[in-house]
């Protein structure tokens, strides 16, 4: 990690031009992370990761709400990161025994960026908050940067692996889906899945020749042991090893939550089902989504495309018309289509037969420049059925 630039590290012979050409200037950012939810978390990582990426000579400095366990652990992620520094916002600990889910203070009067003026100020040349740092602007920026397991640790999370059972010399894929038992969303069950169809996606991945890991939390259904079958969802405050066991997937399959963006962190071939939103998909062929099915009182079977079409893929537009229109139903995924997306991502990672290696990051000359504002798009490739 880099030192973060200050004024008093110019020479006095050099002007402030070229700013990230020359390592006398680098390029400055700060990003002022609100965001304590694990998937928005990691996509803003990711965003001012690929956005450092575009400089030659660059510091990057965040400044994030440390309230939940994985928060300083999403920090590591990042090699470009230069210094991750926590709001002094954390509750003191003889409330947090209360429970991990009391909504946390608000964080807009701690979040002061501090002087710009003085000498021993840092300089930053471009401020990035979270709702900037989104995952649709991460596919805007192109090339995205792949995340990295923290070097420090790669060799112990690995060994953690094995010791849970996941076999070094054969391939694996990865799995999860939202239940309401989480205690950062507890009763919400928008973004729920069938937990029987994943426990038979289980079978399906073992027959395919891999084995099948279940990302999660303590608290989730239990699904029946088998050999081949791997349950890291009893692991408290795992995000760590969860993070491990992504990183080194074959394929990952999950739900609308937060391990999809974690796939896509590490740059894993991947597939969201039950999508209930649209946006939040980069890295161009490694993931494709296939949204929950709605039919609607005249009868009218609304999937992927046609779901859009209609305005119903937006989980509060939906809601609404669910209440205001009696006759809606809305159907998850079953076994059998959760078996075909495992069968067409186990084709498409053919050359992955055992561990993944880590992603490479994009090479090639770096423009040293970056426009703003982003032209937003929402890519949806869909799986069709």
């Known amino acids: 990690m880099a030192k973060l630039f200050k004024k008093l590290d110019l020479p006095p012979d050099v002007k402030l031009t070229d700013v990230g050409v020359r390592p006398e200037r680098p390029f400055q950012i700060l990003g002022l992370l609100e965001t304590i939810t694990l998937g928005d978390l990691v996509a803003n990582v990711v965003f001012l990761s690929t956005l450092a990426n575009k400089f030659d000579h660059v510091r990057l400095h965040v400044k994030y709400r440390d309230l939940r366990p994985y928060c300083r652990e999403i920090m590591s992620l990042s090699p470009w990161i230069d210094l991750a520094e926590p709001f002094p916002e954390r509750w003191p600990a003889f409330i947090r025994r209360f429970g991990s889910n009391i909504k946390p203070p608000k964080a807009h009067n701690q979040m002061a960026i501090g002087a710009q003026k003085g000498k021993h100020n840092y300089i930053y040349d471009m401020i990035i908050t979270s709702p900037m740092a989104s995952e649709d602007g991460i596919h805007a920026l192109r090339d995205p940067v792949p995340l990295r397991l923290p070097e420090d640790r790669t060799e112990e999370l690995r060994a953690r692996l094995v010791a849970h059972g996941v076999k070094p010399d054969r391939w694996f894929a990865v799995l999860h889906y939202r239940e309401s038992t989480y205690q950062y969303r507890s009763g919400s069950a928008d973004r729920n899945n069938d937990p029987a169809a994943f426990d038979d996606l289980v079978d399906h991945i073992i027959a395919l020749g891999g084995q099948a890991v279940r990302l999660g939390h303590p608290g989730m259904a239990a699904f029946r042991p088998r050999e081949g079958f791997v349950d890291l969802s009893t692991v408290t405050d795992g995000f760590l090893l969860h993070a491990a066991a992504i990183s080194h997937a074959r394929f990952a399959i999950t739900g609308p939550s937060g391990p999809l963006i974690l796939a896509m962190a590490f740059a894993v071939p991947s597939s969201m089902v039950d999508a209930v939103d649209t946006g939040g998909i980069w890295g161009d062929g490694l993931t494709d989504i296939l949204t929950h099915e709605v039919t609607t009182p005249k009868g009218d079977i609304l999937r992927n495309a ?52 880590p992603a490479v990051v994009p090479t090639g000359p770096k423009p040293n420049q970056v426009g703003w504002p982003l032209k937003l798009s929402y890519p949806m490739p869909w799986i069709d059925l």
Request: with cysteine; charged share 35%.
């Open 306 to 357: 046609s779901l859009l079409e209609s305005g119903l893929l937006d989980i509060d537009i939906l809601a609404a018309r669910v209440k205001a229109e009696p006759g809606y139903r809305i159907r998850k995924t079953t076994s059998d289509e959760l078996a075909e997306v495992a069968t067409r991502l186990y084709r498409r990672t053919s050359d992955c037969s055992a561990w993944r290696p």
